[in-house]
């Protein structure tokens, strides 16, 4: 491929999704997709994130239709279990592909490639 042709060629980093590529969201689908249902308190060490900081991160991939929040009890502590949507795994993937490029990408170009 030319230089031309990967000029008119659309940016890898265009493709990423602001909703997904956030480090905690990105985790947090990252992590869903490794177990059929995740549970907050493993989320929260696996990210380092405060109930907060983690909580809020939930809610933004809850509304937008990416994991499903189901609570409920263990014994009588209460507990939050994520899962991972059809649409949160086609926003992964989507996510990876593009980082993937993104990779691709530079390491076509070289270490140390950068304009004058």
Do not use: C
Request: aromatic content about 4%; overall charge negative; glycine content about 8%.
């Amino acid at each position: 491929m030319s230089v031309a042709d990967e000029a008119e060629e659309q940016h890898p980093t265009l493709a990423l999704d602001d909703t997904v590529h956030q480090r905690v969201r990105l985790g947090i689908l990252a992590v869903a997709r490794e177990a059929e249902s995740v549970e907050f308190g493993f989320l929260k060490e696996q990210l380092g994130a405060t109930d907060g900081n983690l909580s809020r991160h939930l809610k933004v991939l809850e509304e937008s239709g990416l994991v499903a929040v189901a609570k409920g009890y263990v014994g009588r502590r209460p507990r939050t279990w994520v899962t991972l949507t059809p649409r949160g795994a086609e926003a992964l993937d989507r996510e990876l592909r593009a980082l993937r490029e993104l990779v691709r990408r530079l390491d076509a170009a070289g270490p140390g490639h950068a304009p004058a």
